[in-house]
């Protein structure tokens, strides 16, 4: 049995409930939650009822964090109580408008001024929201693991500049309030790349283990080969007369800092005031800013942040071309000419500890097992494109493109199912099914789950596939390498 909080017009408690008749909690993702109640019908609630503007729901694995709804609908007889309520943070932030989002200070340039992280983000947002005294910022990523975003619009909404944030990351909210004593203490909101845990203790088979259960597959849709484009590169000869212009040199590899310590420049040679990076520190590379005629360089490591040449010592990718890549070429009028990023040149073996053998030549990379399943009745894989229009490295856009590849090479599943089939799970949590034809484990990721306040076995789960991976992958570890593939030169 869950309690449940029932509180007033200014959010202060009016009494606890213990026995509550029925109730579902649908907890969603980047989604508000939203909660049906039923109270037993008696002189002390059919008293408190009327005078109830809210209802907090401690969650099933901390009973002091709960998430807080808005009655919209409430229904009294001589039975019961009903409650149907709206997560009250997503009604607060629709209604709650911004004049504008400053952004941070970068240095002794303004230039990025607009330039914000999540936590930056959230902090002024949430000093907008109502109670926002108590709001406080939670868990949010490091800002190693990721850019900051350029932010700009004005007059909005703080649910606009959080879809904004969602539509630019990836990133999933939420956001609790924490009870101190008979009081709100403390308003929450964290943000993460994926919420929930990968519950690698949760794998089944759909046929011996979750009969009964209701399971989808959807099988349109499917390609069993993918090839792989990336970013399309605008390449300019130099012009030996004209030297006193920037020019933009492409050319992948690494820098190591050699000095104690390196600041971070802008295009502009802007030099970042807080931002240095340390002694022996690697950072990625795909081009480099060169003035010659005044003997400056600079090599590129993010967006619009570079290194000075003279504080670090450069590598080529060996296993690139001179351009740093396998390349299409398409000729340009001027004296310049474009190569847009593939694969072709790069060669995966098993040996070598490679997921899948991709031949050098070959524009695709194929997942053999899939074509036998799910290809044409010659015998070959269904072909499709993807393009990585931010991606400038052969290598690592043969790794993306082959973790999207498992992505749509098998059938869409969705599972529905209760914890008393697969046990207690949260939000956002991975479970595997076994796909026996291919021999791999599907991901299933918990996108919606009905909370039975009453019996929480009953408490039903929605899972739907977003990866795939065999078991021997599982085992050496292969799926961290190809997750991480993408992230590895940022």
Request: net charge negative; hydrophobic share 30%.
């Amino acid at each position: 049995m869950t309690l449940i909080y029932l509180l007033d017009v200014k959010q202060e408690l009016l009494g606890i409930v213990d026995d509550v008749k029925s109730g579902t909690e649908k907890i969603q993702i980047n989604k508000a939650n939203e909660l049906n109640v039923a109270l037993h019908w008696d002189k002390r609630n059919s008293e408190l009822a009327p005078k109830t503007k809210y209802i907090a729901v401690p969650n099933q694995d901390d009973l002091t964090e709960t998430h807080l709804y808005s009655i919209t609908q409430f229904t009294m007889d001589y039975q019961e109580i009903t409650f149907t309520v709206f997560e009250t943070a997503y009604e607060d932030f629709t209604a709650t408008w911004v004049a504008r989002v400053w952004g941070r200070e970068d240095g002794e340039t303004s230039v990025n001024s607009n330039f914000l992280y999540i936590d930056e983000l959230l902090e002024q947002l949430l000093s907008y929201a109502p109670h926002s005294d108590q709001w406080q910022v939670g868990y949010t990523p490091s800002h190693t693991d990721y850019d900051p975003m350029a932010f700009t619009g004005n007059d909005l909404t703080i649910s606009d500049a959080l879809s904004k944030a969602v539509e630019y990351w990836n990133v999933e909210f939420d956001f609790k309030l924490k009870f101190i004593g008979n009081e709100i203490g403390r308003r929450e909101a964290s943000a993460r790349f994926k919420m929930g845990e990968d519950r690698t203790d949760l794998k089944f088979n759909v046929t011996t283990d979750l009969a009964g259960t209701k399971y989808t597959e959807d099988r349109s849709g499917i390609y069993t080969a993918l090839v792989g484009y990336g970013a399309t590169m605008t390449i300019e000869e130099p012009d030996p007369s004209v030297q006193d212009f920037w020019q933009n040199v492409y050319s992948p590899g690494t820098v190591k800092v050699i000095k104690e310590s390196a600041y971070l420049y802008d295009k502009n040679e802007n030099r970042y005031r807080d931002r240095k990076v340390a002694k022996d520190s690697e950072w990625r590379t795909d081009l480099y800013r060169e003035l010659p005629s005044q003997f400056k360089k600079y090599y590129r490591v993010s967006t619009n942040q570079y290194l000075d040449a003279n504080d670090v010592e450069f590598s080529a990718d060996s296993s690139s071309t001179e351009t740093g890549g396998s390349t299409s070429t398409v000729p340009d009028e001027n004296n310049s000419h474009q190569e847009i990023i593939d694969f072709s040149q790069v060669e995966w073996k098993l040996s070598d500890g490679n997921p899948v053998t991709k031949p050098m030549g070959q524009g695709y990379v194929e997942n053999m097992a899939a074509t036998e399943q799910y290809g044409y009745s010659d015998g070959s894989p269904r072909i499709g494109v993807v393009k990585f229009d931010d991606e400038m490295i052969s290598e690592k856009l043969l790794s993306r493109t082959y973790k999207k590849l498992l992505t749509v090479c098998t059938p869409k599943r969705q599972l529905e199912a209760t914890y008393r089939d697969i046990g207690t799970v949260n939000i956002g949590d991975t479970i595997y099914l076994y796909d026996e034809s291919l021999n791999i484990y599907v991901e299933q990721r918990i996108t919606i789950i009905d909370r039975d306040l009453v019996n929480p076995l009953n408490s039903k789960i929605t899972a739907g596939s977003t990866f795939a991976l065999t078991p021997e992958d599982r085992q050496s570890g292969l799926s961290n390498m190809i997750r991480n593939q993408a992230n590895k030169y940022s």
